[in-house]
């Protein structure tokens, strides 16, 4: 069984501050994604990443893929209330995807 | 892109009943999933549709259970059968893109 593990779970921060969620595994999977669900809504996709090593930069957001792609990161700049919700990392195997347990950011006018 | 419809959106359901969801997608797929999220928790794959086979099931979830029916290319239903408290979720569908999933808005389903 493939695991994926997100962390922190829960965030808060004031606007402005910078932060990072982690999301690692001992699987290696074709592709990394990262989705935000508001509430009573679906995950939206943010970013894929298919190639180790590789970064990805989508305005404030920064996204990397580790060279063994076993791990990437989500790095956000200058955050703001906007930015709140529920990010999610899925590692693609074949046409599966498995979700970690998400990172509740909030962010404090 | 694609955008998918699910009904109901919500629904309070007593135990020991069953509710169908459906979802439905503006184009055409090969492939549908169904996924289920508990409160605070992340999304957990109940099932791959494909039309014209069976549905393929992941581990702890049953076809009994779990019925999904695939009668078209863009259209796909899923039953939990015999609820009880535990089913209470959010049941989300999902499309296969490419490298991403699209998903509808959920059902959020609270059984008593």
């Known amino acids: 069984t493939q695991l994926l593990e997100q962390s922190p779970q829960f965030l808060s921060i004031q606007e402005g501050e910078n932060l990072t969620v982690y999301c690692n595994s001992s699987s290696v999977f074709s592709s990394l994604q990262w989705y935000r669900q508001e509430p009573g809504e679906g995950p939206v996709l943010l970013v894929t990443?298919?190639?180790?090593?590789e970064v990805k930069k989508l305005k404030r957001l920064t996204f990397q893929f580790g060279d063994a792609r076993k791990d990437s990161s989500l790095h956000i700049t200058a955050a703001q209330p906007g930015d709140t919700g529920l990010y999610l990392c899925?590692?693609?195997?074949?046409?599966?995807?498995?979700f970690g347990k998400g990172t509740l950011l909030t962010v404090n006018p | 892109s694609a955008v998918i419809s699910q009904k109901p959106s919500r629904d309070i359901c007593q135990r020991g009943t069953s509710l169908t969801i459906q979802c439905q997608v503006d184009s055409q797929v090969t492939m549908m999933f169904w996924y289920r999220q508990q409160p605070g928790q992340s999304l957990t794959l109940i099932a791959t549709a494909n039309q014209g086979s069976e549905a393929t099931y992941e581990s702890g979830f049953v076809i009994d259970k779990f019925p999904i029916s695939r009668p078209n290319l863009t259209f796909s239903t899923l039953t939990v059968s015999n609820m009880s408290p535990e089913d209470s979720s959010i049941y989300l569908c999902?499309?296969?893109?490419?490298?991403?999933?699209?998903f509808g808005p959920g059902t959020r389903l609270t059984v008593l």
């Open positions: 999902s499309v296969d893109g490419i490298n991403e999933q699209f």
């Open positions: 990443v298919v190639t180790g090593g």
């Open positions: 899925a590692g693609g195997s074949n046409y599966k995807l498995t």
